[in-house]
């Protein structure tokens, strides 16, 4: 019978812990502030609330007392906290360099059924009847604002010393005036019909050579690099040249892979692809370069989040085991101090809430310092990977204030779990037992 | 050996504190049994005795560039080289062109370079003498239902058959299994069809191949043989670039990530806070120890066997979580693989994980019980029983 029944309250405080922390997930930071809020308002105006604070208030004194141990729970948090965010921020940081590339005003056009620029091919009738159509903006000679380019990868040297590949982007005419983010930094642009190239400050960071007045052997012929060009996206891992150019070296003729389009405006988007789908001579699919980007990034970036996640939730069930050893020898050094405040008349509540406040404080402490440690050392750390396969992406991690946010969350979470079964031991104790002990 | 209860017993004096403990290492040896079999599975593809017998021969221009097929007879006349191969990119999906599977159009003769992969005769037999037949690997079979003998539409993201739509029509000839192989995983994901029925019905190549893969006859004289081949091409507008297998695959492999790094990003940041939660351990049971600790000396334990038998508590902690937490990972990667149906493949735990494993263990038993080890032999009998 009394087995049954602390088999029966075991469960229950499964289940309980388990809706919070479903419900914890979800909480957004108004919130926890809400809650926070409460807890304070308890504490200043109940009795028992008074109780818990007076208690916590020595339990947080005598922290000094128990440092080694109390540091177990600290960095084993901030271990959690900072590889979790680490790895979310590589995450986040390839997500937002690839999607950042898109917008909702410029369009691409692709043959249909093609996933990805390489795989293309638009013939120059296609391309032409595609740029006649009329929710292309134009600039102030009636030109059309698009530009046929041509996607090609290239081996170079890579800084490291082994051969990596780079994308060789063809551009058109307008091929800047699509994309007004794009800005030179160094040298000039590539003139039109000679070899020449541009560099994104993203290729130059990864591969060896590639700076203005110098040549580089792409096959077996000789570029110039003439310039440096920075746009904090995707397009930064790119080379740029006149697209004639390029489809002539790799002897593509006269078709291109994709057309970029600048619309007169973001609505017109739907319009411009009833446009091309209504044209029979066309078996293309228009998206604009946002959507396109985004799926671009979808499926790695997801991956990634959830590497991230997993590692995560392993490394948190051992850290909530360690907090959970630690706040049992806490509240068994303190099983006296504890067993006297509960003789003399304090209820079991404010002892629970005074034990999960000094864990909560310890995993809230571990968690900013996780989240620093991660900040510090990888905000702006540059990595690169195979986009696609075939050509070099650099992109720099992000730890956003979001990603800061879930990982102090997760901390709290486990400060939660690694507090509750001690505190509950604690308010649960036997008072004579306790006082009879040492 | 003979004090093996007297630790057992010291171990679990305080069985909640120790079982919590053991459940941490229990997730630090899970996730390094997960992370290290990625990491050597990835730093193994490729490399085992048939991969250093291929040469891959591709543009040096990039790998997406293609190459004449009429180079296949002259890499065939190059001294060393056995038997000449090629393949091309398909870029096939099936039911939506996100949905990419790995297809290749191969030449008749691609599988006789690859032993490692497994084909029953009967089957290779037909896929032989079928024109748009395929061979598919276990998985995707299993993935998608398939049966042999079935006719499937495969999409091109690349290439549009004959009559200019990018959809294609495949019998399933055989199967492809991996076998015990290493590279199992990706040989039963692959799908392979007819080069010849490709070329014909595609407008957009003529004779011309992705790249070519080579058998030499002796290892140890292969980088000859790759430069022989690179200098039949050369100042022609098609210059090739020629490594074995195993480069190739590495190089890729290197320019996607850096997964040496990360893994050893993470399992340095987990050890590290494991060394410090068992060192806490370890030294609060030291600690309340210290009069029992006194009574062995007393009665004539000398220091030298009690800073023994304290590292061997901490190295048997360490070892019991860290062997349950690898058997764990060991345990767990054949179940994810079937719960998910073969989409995810966890990579099984070699011999080199569990002995780097269990090296780790020890090593950090004994560095965790290091400090309460010596401050246990340090121990001065009079003060400790006296309780100062």
């Known amino acids: 019978m009394r087995m049954l029944r602390s088999f029966l309250r075991g469960l229950l405080l499964f289940a309980v812990l388990a809706v919070f922390l479903a419900a914890w997930i979800l909480l957004p930071w108004q919130g926890l502030l809400a809650l926070a809020l409460a807890l304070a308002l308890w504490m200043a105006l109940t009795r028992s609330g008074r109780q818990a604070a007076s208690v916590t208030w020595v339990g947080v004194g005598t922290l000094r007392q128990r440092l080694g141990a109390s540091s177990v729970v600290v960095v084993g948090i901030a271990g959690v906290v900072g590889v979790l965010v680490a790895l979310l921020a590589m995450a986040e940081g390839y997500r937002h360099t690839v999607s950042s590339s898109g917008s909702t005003d410029t369009a691409i056009v692709l043959r249909g059924g093609s996933s990805a620029e390489l795989m293309s091919v638009l013939s120059r009738d296609a391309i032409t009847v595609i740029e006649r159509a009329p929710e292309i903006a134009r600039d102030a000679e009636g030109r059309p604002l698009s530009s046929a380019e041509i996607v090609v990868s290239a081996n170079l040297p890579r800084r490291d010393g082994d051969e990596g590949s780079v994308s060789l982007r063809?551009?058109?005419?307008?091929?800047?005036?699509?994309?007004?983010?794009?800005?030179?930094?160094?040298?000039?642009?590539?003139?039109?019909?000679?070899?020449?190239?541009v560099a994104g400050r993203g290729a130059q960071r990864q591969f060896s050579g590639l700076e203005p007045g110098r040549t580089v052997r792409l096959g077996n012929q000789v570029w110039t690099v003439v310039g440096i060009f920075d746009s904090n996206d995707a397009m930064a891992s790119e080379m740029w040249a006149d697209a004639e150019v390029v489809a002539s070296s790799y002897r593509r003729g006269s078709s291109r892979g994709a057309v970029f389009a600048a619309l007169t405006d973001p609505k017109a988007f739907n319009a411009f692809k009833a446009t091309l789908a209504a044209d029979p001579r066309l078996q293309v699919e228009a998206e604009t370069t946002l959507d396109y980007f985004s799926r671009q990034s979808e499926q790695l970036s997801k991956v990634l989040r959830w590497i991230g996640i997993v590692v995560g939730s392993i490394m948190a069930v051992g850290a909530v085991f360690g907090a959970l050893n630690t706040m049992f020898a806490t509240v068994a050094a303190r099983a006296r101090e504890i067993a006297t405040?509960?003789?003399?008349?304090?209820?079991?509540?404010?002892?629970?809430v005074a034990v999960m406040l000094e864990t909560m404080l310890l995993a809230l402490l571990g968690g900013i310092l996780g989240g620093l440690l991660a900040w510090l050392v990888f905000n702006?750390?540059?990595?690169?990977?195979?986009?696609?396969?075939?050509?070099?992406?650099?992109?720099?991690?992000r730890v956003s204030p979001g990603l800061l946010w879930e990982g102090l969350k997760w901390a709290l979470a486990i400060g939660f779990v690694g507090g509750l079964f001690p505190a509950l031991r604690a308010a649960t104790l036997p008072v004579t037992d306790a006082l009879r002990a040492m | 050996m003979k004090y093996f209860h007297l630790v057992w017993a010291a171990l679990f004096r305080r069985k909640t504190r120790t079982l919590l403990t053991l459940a941490s290492i229990l997730a630090a040896f899970l996730l390094f049994g997960m992370l290290d079999g990625v990491r050597s599975t990835f730093a193994q593809v490729g490399r085992n005795a048939d991969g250093a017998q291929r040469l891959?021969?591709?543009?040096?221009?990039?790998i997406v560039e293609t190459l004449?097929?009429?180079?296949?007879?002259?890499?065939?006349?190059?001294?060393?080289?056995?038997?000449?191969?090629?393949?091309?990119?398909?870029?096939?999906?099936?039911?939506?062109?996100?949905?990419?599977?790995?297809?290749?159009?191969?030449?008749?003769?691609?599988?006789?370079?690859?032993?490692?992969?497994?084909v029953d005769p009967a089957q290779l037999?037909?896929?032989?003498?079928?024109r748009n037949g395929i061979l598919v690997g276990e998985a995707m079979m299993r993935r998608f239902g398939w049966e042999p003998g079935q006719t499937i539409p495969l999409q091109s993201t690349i290439f549009p058959n004959s009559d200019g739509s990018l959809n294609w029509a495949f019998?399933?000839?055989?199967?492809?299994?991996?076998?015990?192989?290493?590279?199992?995983?990706?040989?039963?994901?692959l799908i392979l069809m007819h080069y010849d029925y490709f070329e014909e019905a595609t407008p957009y190549v003529d004779n011309t191949v992705g790249w070519y893969i080579s058998r030499v006859s002796d290892v140890n004289r292969s980088d000859a043989a790759a430069r022989t081949i690179d200098a039949l091409s050369q100042n022609s507008p098609h210059e090739t670039r020629t490594m074995n297998e195993q480069a190739a695959f590495a190089a890729q492999l290197k320019q996607m990530a850096d997964i040496g790094l990360i893994v050893g990003s993470i399992m340095g940041a987990v050890f590290f806070t494991l060394l410090l939660l068992t060192g806490n351990t370890m030294a609060q049971a030291v600690r309340e120890r210290t009069s029992e600790l006194a009574v062995l000396k007393t009665i004539g334990f000398s220091s030298g066997s009690v800073l023994a038998m304290v590292?061997?508590?901490?190295?048997?902690?360490?070892?019991?979580g860290g062997v349950l937490g690898l058997g764990l990972a060991a345990a767990l990667g054949p179940v994810v693989g079937a719960a998910s149906n073969g989409v995810i493949n966890l990579p099984p735990i070699g011999w080199s994980s569990w002995a780097l494993g269990l090296g780790l263990m020890v090593a950090i038993g004994l560095l965790v019980g290091a400090l309460p080890a010596v401050r246990a032999m340090r121990l001065n009998i009079v003060d400790a029983l006296a309780g100062r």
Not at chain 2, 79 to 102: C, D, H, K, M, S
Not at chain 2, 171 to 189: K, N, P, Q, R, W
């Open chain 1, 170 to 197: 063809g551009v058109g005419p307008m091929g800047w005036a699509v994309r007004p983010e794009v800005r030179l930094v160094e040298g000039r642009r590539f003139e039109p019909g000679r070899r020449e190239l």
């Open chain 1, 341 to 352: 405040l509960r003789a003399i008349g304090f209820r079991g509540a404010p002892v629970v």
């Open chain 1, 380 to 397: 702006g750390y540059t990595a690169s990977t195979l986009a696609g396969g075939v050509a070099t992406l650099d992109f720099e991690f």
């Open chain 2, 56 to 62: 891959q021969t591709v543009s040096k221009m990039s």
């Open chain 2, 68 to 118: 004449p097929l009429s180079l296949a007879p002259r890499i065939a006349q190059v001294p060393n080289i056995e038997a000449v191969t090629w393949a091309n990119w398909f870029g096939g999906a099936y039911q939506n062109p996100r949905n990419q599977l790995f297809t290749f159009a191969v030449a008749d003769n691609y599988l006789d370079l690859y032993p490692e992969v497994q």
């Open chain 2, 125 to 130: 037999a037909k896929w032989k003498a079928t």
């Open chain 2, 171 to 189: 019998e399933i000839a055989g199967v492809l299994s991996g076998g015990e192989s290493d590279s199992a995983a990706f040989t039963e994901a």
């Open chain 2, 311 to 320: 590292l061997a508590e901490s190295v048997l902690l360490v070892l019991i």
